[in-house]
């Protein structure tokens, strides 16, 4: 059992930032890739973010390139995501998620319960 548990989100206006963390706990993460998705009303979850846990590569969807950076800690076992240049189109829950592999393809073993964030014009 590993629980992954978001923080962060909240109510920023269009072109501010906001930052998201990831803490894991329960076991080890040192082979584990780690991802952030969101889900807006009235679609379906989407990948946001991804990392590499030990090599540090990082993939992103073009919706978010240039916007919005995933980082990791591997002692702390927690990943982040920065968000600047907002737009309301982000406003979603956005969900930690890890992946029983270094890369962040398939499907998560893992989820938390995610974070809101909501953006306003």
């Known amino acids: 059992q590993v629980q992954l548990v978001e923080s962060g989100g909240g109510l920023v206006q269009a072109g501010g930032s906001l930052r998201l963390s990831c803490a894991a706990s329960?076991?080890?993460?040192?082979?584990?890739?780690m991802a952030w998705f969101r889900q807006a009303p009235g679609k379906e979850r989407e990948f946001v973010a991804g990392?590499?846990?030990?090599?540090?590569?990082?993939y992103y969807a073009d919706f978010v390139k240039g916007r919005f950076t995933i980082s990791r800690d591997n002692a702390k076992n927690t990943v982040d995501l920065q968000m600047n240049s907002l737009k309301p189109e982000d406003t979603a829950v956005y969900f930690c998620?890890?992946?029983?592999?270094?890369?962040?393809?398939?499907?998560?073993?893992?989820w938390g319960r995610g974070t809101q964030v909501t953006v306003t014009s």
């Open positions: 329960g076991r080890s993460f040192s082979s584990y890739a």
């Open positions: 990392v590499r846990w030990n090599a540090g590569v990082a």
């Open positions: 998620a890890a992946f029983p592999s270094d890369v962040p393809v398939g499907y998560p073993d893992y």
